[in-house]
């Protein structure tokens, strides 16, 4: 499982450094957003609930991208085919994907938040920033996680581009929920404010709920 | 198939509607603060819970037919979701009747019940389009199970997690049923089973239409001898499974 697992992630990488597809689309479009919104709102600086709600619309819909780029190779190069043919787990790949697309996650969102650090937050983010990575990184986690579920649900059918976005979003409200009211005080002005613990609470539990499911759910999407 | 039952189910339902909108009307006593208005409330809540409880039972037949891959509960799954998807517009257009009269606006944001019913709602109606974009039935139905399973563990997730973010307004209707009045309590359990029983006469009628509809077909093709699948002909075709 572990072998299967790190050769797939290793293919994925490879790929995505010879290609360049998904993370700089997705670093190129927070950024993009983060323009969009200094000239929708009108405003020079953001602190508090306002920057916390920017940050992680921004970063939800910029996944999304993620999630539609994951399979698609896979299904247009025959990856799913070779994958089957392969005597390993059929879970191994659902652990590479997420795995693989937590990483794209993390990178971009080191672009983002910098950026998003120097052309919106009023506050500055020194002060914050252990528990804006653990908040980050949760709800990395659990994008990752059903952004997988769904990206191989979606990659199958005829209007995938349509799919994933339909479903991947309503699903990701409570994380959306969780993370953006905790990292709100994290950003307000005036220094950070404590960190709420149930919210990191909410977050752990989406992400063990639903990497749990789609470890168990993964399976009946490949193909027989 | 489905048949069995249909008469029964169908008086009980009459029946027991019948009798709770008597109830409600004659019985229960009338809100101190609302006047009439307030009736609404033994239809509009039993209507979602009815929903989310049949968006769970979808969830529950989808689980069931991953592990035995018989298509009839994928058929009972999609008629569960179905019927839920119709009965969540019922709770949501008199939940907002409800939210104009007592509230003076038809659509609260700061009220987790009704957002996080919305999101729940929204998710579930990428559930056909889902279905009507996958064109192979095994794989439909495979793909639609999974998506009935996430859904059903979705929709207490997503209930806590709007609820920690809000203040209450909406009154959590099961957990304070010890604070009213005993007539009240009575007239709503009635009208909860009767939205219950309602709700599995039309999801038995859906089934046993599509079953026949589907053994019409059948043997139609046996008869004509050529291949008449929904597949063949792409004007036919539909979100709904089509064959058992």
């Known amino acids: 499982m572990r072998a299967a697992v790190s050769a797939l992630v290793r293919k994925d990488l490879q790929a995505e450094l010879r290609n360049l597809e998904a993370v700089p689309a997705m670093t190129l479009f927070t950024v993009s957003a983060f323009v969009l919104f200094h000239f929708g709102l009108d405003r020079e600086t953001l602190q508090g609930d306002l920057a916390s709600g920017v940050l992680w619309v921004t970063l939800l819909l910029a996944a999304l991208l993620g999630m539609n780029r994951l399979f698609v190779t896979e299904r247009e190069q025959g990856g799913f085919d070779a994958f089957l043919l392969a005597p390993v ?22 672009v983002a938040v910098a950026a998003f650090a120097l052309l919106l937050l009023g506050p500055g983010l020194g002060q914050a920033l252990p528990e804006l990575l653990l908040v980050l990184l949760l709800a990395d986690a659990g994008l990752a996680v059903i952004g997988t579920l769904v990206g191989a649900l979606a990659v199958q059918t005829r209007a995938r581009d349509l799919i994933v976005p339909l479903i991947a979003l309503p699903l990701s409200v409570p994380l959306l929920i969780a993370a ?41 999407l490949l193909e027989d | 198939m489905f048949g069995r039952g249909l008469k029964i189910f169908s008086l009980l339902s009459a029946v027991l509607v019948t009798g709770a909108f008597a109830l409600a009307f004659f019985y229960a006593p009338e809100d101190a603060d609302q006047g009439l208005r307030q009736k609404i409330f033994y239809v509009h809540v039993p209507l979602g819970i009815v929903t989310l409880a049949g968006f769970v039972a979808g969830g529950i037949y989808a689980v ?42 038809w659509w609260v944001w700061n009220e987790p019940t009704l957002v996080s019913f919305l999101i729940v709602f929204l998710l579930y109606a990428c559930y056909q389009p889902l279905r009507f974009s996958i064109e192979d039935p095994g794989r439909q139905a495979r793909y639609a199970a999974v998506f009935a399973c996430v859904g059903g563990a979705f929709v ?4 806590m997690a709007v609820r920690l973010a809000q203040p209450l307004i909406h009154p959590r209707t099961l957990s304070s049923t010890a604070n009213l009045p005993g007539s009240v309590s009575f007239t709503f359990l009635v009208a909860l089973v009767a939205m219950a029983v309602l709700f599995t006469t039309l999801c038995k009628y859906e089934l046993a239409s599509k079953t026949a509809a589907m053994q019409l077909r059948s043997i139609r093709r046996r008869l004509s001898g050529e291949d008449i699948s929904p597949l063949a002909d792409p004007s036919r075709r539909s979100a709904a499974p089509q064959r058992l």
Do not use: C
């Open chain 1, 89 to 110: 787990d059929r879970t191994a790949m659902f652990v590479a994907k997420a795995l693989v697309l937590f990483g794209f996650l993390v990178v971009a969102e080191v």
């Open chain 1, 180 to 220: 953006a009211q905790a990292s709100a005080p994290l950003l307000a002005e005036g220094g950070a404010g404590p960190l709420a613990g149930r919210w990191l609470a909410i977050l752990a539990l989406y992400d063990v709920v639903f990497g749990l499911l789609s470890y168990a759910l993964f399976d009946y």
């Open chain 2, 64 to 105: 069931r037919f991953l592990r035995s891959g018989d298509r009839a509960h994928d058929l009972r799954s999609y008629v569960a979701i179905h019927m839920s998807l119709i009965f969540g517009v019922g709770a949501l257009l008199t939940g907002s009747l409800w939210a104009k009269a007592a509230w003076g606006s």
């Open chain 2, 156 to 159: 207490p997730l997503n209930f």
